[in-house]
């Protein structure tokens, strides 16, 4: 647990740093669909639009800069309007503390609070402690993307993963 480091809803105000962090996982080129972030003002009418429309998503902030992040999407469509996308990424330096967990815990209670009743996402097969998180927090998996990702030309088979929470 790290308890100089807060969850909060995402501002304005947090939207620079969050580009960064996302910045600094996405080089990673291990983690995320993304290999860099996308340009700034990109991030920003996405961040804009989660705050307008009251998409769940959280940052957790270190000395005022975004260290981790976990957003919800929902779906577009109406009849798919109770399901929603989960994307998350914490930088190096602050994994392995309980940050994910807290994000996530933080993220789906949202989630669940604005009637999105199915949380989906994909993770590559190779990334253990994702999955590990994942299935703590009960998501299961519903089958494998044979190499759906490919990166410095090696292909990666992509884990489909969803959490239903209970209707009653
Ligand atoms: C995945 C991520 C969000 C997890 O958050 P975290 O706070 O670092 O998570 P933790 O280190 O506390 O680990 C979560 C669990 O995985 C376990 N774990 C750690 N390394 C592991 C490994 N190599 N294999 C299996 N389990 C592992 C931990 O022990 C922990 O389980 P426990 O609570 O039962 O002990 C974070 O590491 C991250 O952002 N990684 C890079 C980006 C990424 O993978 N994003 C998700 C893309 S789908």
Redesign the pocket.
């Known amino acids: 647990m790290a308890p100089d480091i807060a969850i909060e809803p995402i501002a304005v105000r947090h939207i620079e740093s969050y580009h960064q962090a996302l910045d600094v996982?996405a080089r990673?080129r291990?983690?995320?669909t993304f290999l860099e972030a996308p340009p700034l003002e990109d991030t920003r009418k996405f961040v804009l639009d989660m705050i307008d429309n009251k998409h769940p998503q959280f940052v957790a902030v270190k000395d005022g800069e975004v260290v981790?992040w976990?957003d919800i999407r929902r779906h577009f469509f109406p009849s798919h309007a109770h399901r929603g996308s989960?994307?998350?990424?914490?930088?190096?330096a602050?994994?392995?503390?309980?940050?994910?967990?807290?994000?996530?815990e933080t993220t789906l209670k949202e989630a669940r609070q604005c009637d999105i009743i199915r949380v989906e996402?994909?993770?590559?097969a190779d990334?253990?402690?994702?999955?590990?998180?994942?299935e703590?927090a009960g998501f299961v998996s519903e089958g494998v993307s044979k190499d759906a990702a490919r990166i410095d030309g090696r292909y990666l088979d992509v884990v489909n993963m969803a959490l239903i929470f209970s209707r009653t």
């Not at 989960?86 to 190096?92: K, R």
């Open positions: 996982v990673e291990r983690y995320l981790g976990c989960l994307g998350m990424g914490i930088i190096p602050c994994r392995g503390q309980g940050l994910g967990l807290r994000l996530m996402l994909s993770v590559h990334n253990a402690r994702a999955i590990r998180l994942y703590k």
